[in-house]
């Protein structure tokens, strides 16, 4: 090793979030499953333009009709346009799937790394909530809870779907934080004057985050699902507005017979979830340096 | 006669991947054959392969024999014949050695059951006696205890016991002294020559450390990327090596014994500790968590750095530095004493002259690789502290490549991982991020001992650049006399947490004063055949390990390892038991210090 004497070149040092950037967009499945999801945003929220049947409108000239000119995608039980009602679906379920699993991971991580990191009272505290939480039913609380927050609308629906969805992640989170705290990096900062919550911002966060973005990845899913799961018994999503997990619910019955009915919700919700998770595992790879297959 | 072990054309191979290549040594009975090399120079896989103790996606060729028998190929069966009985390992770190659930005699008398047809009496007896020959106080009673109930000397120690149990002709040791403090060391490396003696076997040495070999080896290989590159007695080896490797590997140690010139005088006073105190509650319970105890983890340190000047602390492992440096680093008010950065005071800080503060002290860890944060491009970490103190964007970028430059690392490699860069350039790293905000003292925790001698130069010849250049203080914490030697201008020496003696270099390592220190620096091994011999007649060995801190000493706390202690009269040994020795500036913390020559 021996000192460089040629000048510096004047360009800065890229910065982390470049890298991430740059390690991401070289990754093809991630591009891809990027890709696919703007393409369903794009569906959802231009297809109701596209086609003259609105989602309630009941056409009693054609019950359960067959995919056709008419009706794209056929009509259901009765009468009204799969396709219609499957964009309207997807225009909420893609909201909800991915703003429950953003709230929820950002709030797991945010609880979960401070209780960690503060650790004494602090800990207590939040723990405890976490625990409080964990113990309530959540499907009662929801129950009855969410008639009043319908004013809200569907983002008070997120909020309290999010509230029941995060507290395992802050458990995993806290205890990840307890042993990076003690690496010599996180005291290396800490002597330098990095503040505690820019150190958990800078270096916690990032270190979990492996572990972060492949838990977002099955929330989506699982958020999806359990929408469906509370819209069927009467809470969440209401008839006539529809979701991916109400439509899919409806079809069940008809797949074999009727197979548009169902495989047209279904298909899109498993694009959607196999396109989430290209994209988490392409940031996975792009945040972690020492990832296989990621070179810089 | 034939050779004992005779190793021709040794190839080792890891899934394809080269390790070990044409390697031919012999080793007679009754000979040290010392195999030193720097870390993935192929010296231990060598070692492992004689008793087929290489992990399973390694292959070997070549021939590999012992008294005649062919070990490369043998069946599993023939193998464990061999183990203990006829060749013996000691290994590194004996802790992962024995079995945690089961009692040293247990296990020391097993491993004579193996080997010998006898009673379950008198192999007790037997490990009892082998205890007892490697220098463990109370054999009897300590054969009872655990291994974790061992400290890391003993387990050494047991694991030497253990070997002999077999009476092996040939004892494989792998770096046996590596994880242990340099007394200990010195206690372990007798042990071995005990062992070596009763037994009459041939020992084969494996160690980074050329001044081990050169005190123990009869005959020296070199090893570098899987192959040897010299061999030769050690007289041979150390005083006329052929090969260029050799010569320069040599000249890259930093000797204990190095003439150095005279630095010039230093500036104003930058740090002064006086009677710095940590102590750490010992708890029990799960639920209600009672105090059942005190570490006294450091009890009365003194320090002053000036500026432009190197102060190195020393002590052994367990002494209390790291945990000195962690107290000052935290800036806030010492649990006791008195503790003044840059003539201010902690504990009397605003916020914002403790950011202040923060600027002008700056840290370099031991672990380099620990002390990067494995997710940030390198030009980021570097930037940390920088930013920490407000730097604008176009600042960063302009300081980024000139500290990187600095440091001798390519300026172009700023979006780099840590992980992409060899140790050496890791710690480059270290210094470039702790020089970004223009400190003024710079603290060292081991920056060297995680790094092979060649990187280990490299390092010392850049700190020690930068403190010309930029007329840095530095707080050296170290274990290693020799890179003190090196770089320091003044040492401070603790024992057990507190201040036993300090002084400039050439003054205390010419006449340290203090026992400690001369039991120290008599202990620090040689890379010199000769010398290094006719050094370890003289040696200060201190007998056990350094007493448990969780209890407070009255008098001199190290008395009960005192050389001196022992010599003195009745009334004298009273003052040792009541009286704490007071320090004083550049002195030593001994009732009855004499100066004596140890180097």
């Not at chain 1, 609308?153 to 802050?170: D, E, Q, R, S």
């Not at chain 2, 040794?10 to 031919?24: K, Q, S």
């Not at chain 2, 140690?253 to 005279?262: G, K, L, S, T």
Request: hydrophobic share 45%.
């Amino acid at each position: 090793m021996t000192t460089a004497t040629r000048p510096a070149p004047a360009a800065a040092p890229t910065g982390r979030s470049a890298l991430v950037l740059r390690r991401f967009l070289r990754n093809g499945s991630a591009l891809t499953g990027a890709v696919v999801l703007v393409l369903l945003f794009l569906l959802a929220f231009l297809g109701p333009y596209l086609t003259p049947w609105s989602y309630s409108h009941i056409d009693y000239g054609a019950l359960r009709s067959a995919p056709g000119p008419d009706h794209w995608w056929g009509t259901n039980r009765i009468g009204q346009d799969v396709f219609a009602q499957t964009v309207r679906g997807l225009q909420k379920s893609l909201i909800i799937g991915l703003l429950v699993a953003v709230l929820a991971t950002g709030l797991a991580s945010l609880v979960g790394a401070c209780a960690g990191y503060f650790g004494g009272w602090t800990d207590r505290l939040l723990m405890f909530c976490v625990d409080l939480l964990l113990v309530f039913p959540s499907f009662l609380v929801i129950a009855i809870v969410s008639p009043r927050l319908r004013s809200g609308g569907w983002f008070a629906f997120v909020a309290l779907l999010t509230v029941f969805a995060w507290m395992i992640t802050a458990r995993v989170v806290r205890s990840m934080t307890l042993s990076l705290k003690e690496r010599e990096f996180v005291r290396a900062a800490r002597y330098m004057g990095v503040g505690p919550f820019r150190i958990i911002w800078r270096h916690v966060l990032p270190n979990v985050a492996s572990f972060l973005v492949i838990d977002a990845t099955i929330q989506v899913g699982g958020a999806v699902m359990s929408e469906t799961a509370l819209s069927y018994f009467g809470f969440g999503v209401q008839p006539p507005d529809v979701s991916l997990g109400t439509l899919i619910a409806s079809g069940t019955g008809a797949a074999i017979t009727y197979p548009w009915m169902f495989f047209f919700a279904a298909g899109l919700l498993v694009v959607f979830v196999l396109a989430v998770n290209l994209v988490g595992d392409g940031l996975r790879d792009a945040l972690d340096p020492t990832a296989e297959g990621a070179a810089r | 006669m034939s050779p004992l072990l005779d190793i021709t054309s040794l190839d080792v191979d890891f899934g394809g991947e080269a390790a070990v290549r044409d390697v031919n040594l012999t080793l007679d009975r009754g000979e040290v054959l010392g195999l030193v090399g720097e870390s993935g120079s192929g010296k231990s896989v060598t070692a492992l392969s004689v008793l087929g103790l290489l992990p399973r996606n390694a292959t070997a060729r070549g021939s590999i024999r012992l008294d005649g028998t062919e070990l490369l190929g043998a069946g599993e069966r023939a193998l464990t014949r061999i183990r203990g009985d006829r060749a013996a390992m000691v290994f590194q770190d004996p802790l992962s050695a024995f079995t945690p659930v089961h009692r040293i005699g247990d296990q020391i008398a097993e491993a004579v059951r193996a080997h010998r047809d006898i009673g379950r009496e008198q192999a007790r007896t037997r490990a009892v006696e082998l205890l007892d020959l490697v220098g463990i106080p109370e054999p009897a009673l300590r054969a009872k205890a655990f291994p974790h109930e061992f400290s890391g000397g003993m387990r050494q120690r047991a694991m030497i016991a253990m070997a002999m149990a077999g009476e092996p002709d040939l004892i494989l040791a792998d770096e046996p002294t590596t994880a242990l403090d340099v007394t200990i060391q010195a206690q372990i490396l007798d042990v071995l020559r005990t062992a070596q003696r009763e037994t009459g076997a041939a020992v084969l040495l494996v160690s980074h450390d050329l001044g081990v070999i050169a005190g123990t080896a009869d005959r020296v290989a070199v090893m570098r990327d899987g192959r040897i590159v010299e061999q030769g007695t050690a007289a041979e080896v150390f005083h006329r090596p052929r090969e260029p490797y050799t010569r320069q590997l040599l000249a890259a140690v930093p000797r204990i014994d190095a003439p150095r010139e005279p630095r010039p005088p230093t500036g104003g006073t930058v740090l002064k500790v006086r009677g710095l105190t940590r102590t750490f509650p010992v708890l029990k319970g799960t639920v209600v968590k009672r105090r059942t105890g005190t570490v006294y983890a450091v009890d009365g340190v003194d320090l002053d750095v000036r500026r432009g000047e190197t102060l190195a602390l020393v002590g052994e492992s367990g002494s209390g530095k790291s945990t000195t440096l962690f107290e000052l680093l935290e800036l806030a008010a010492p649990e006791g004493g008195t503790v003044e950065l840059f003539g201010q005071r902690l504990g009397s800080l605003t916020p914002a002259e403790a950011k202040a503060l923060r600027r002008r002290v700056q840290i370099v860890f031991q672990d380099p690789m620990a002390s990067l944060d494995p997710r940030m491009p390198v030009g980021d970490i570097i930037a940390e502290p920088l930013r920490t103190q407000g730097a604008d964007r176009a600042a960063v970028a302009r300081r980024v490549p000139e500290l990187l430059t600095q440091v001798g690392l390519d300026p172009a490699h700023a979006d780099r991982f840590p992980h992409q860069f060899s140790g050496g350039q890791r710690q480059r790293v270290g210094i470039a991020r702790a020089l970004s905000v223009a400190p003024e003292l710079l603290v060292l925790d081991e920056p060297v001992s995680a790094l092979d001698v060649s990187v280990q130069a490299g390092v010392l010849d850049l700190l020690r650049r930068l403190k010309e250049e930029l007329g840095l203080a530095y707080l050296f914490v170290s274990h290693d006399l020799s890179v003190v030697r090196n770089i320091a201008d003044r040492v401070s020496v603790v024992y057990l947490g507190r201040t036993v003696e300090a002084g400039p270099v050439d003054e205390v390592f010419a006449r340290p004063r203090h026992p400690y220190t001369q039991a120290l620096l008599s202990a620090v091994p040689l890379p010199d055949p000769e010398r290094e011999r006719e050094r370890q007649r003289s040696r200060i060995l201190l007998a056990g390990d350094p007493p448990s801190p969780t209890r407070r000493y009255d008098g001199c706390r190290f008395r009960t390892r005192c050389p001196l202690y022992v010599q003195l009269t009745v009334d004298e040994q009273k003052r040792c038991a009541h009286d704490v020795p007071g320090f004083e500036q550049d002195g030593a913390a001994c009732h009855f210090p004499r100066a004596r020559t140890v180097l």
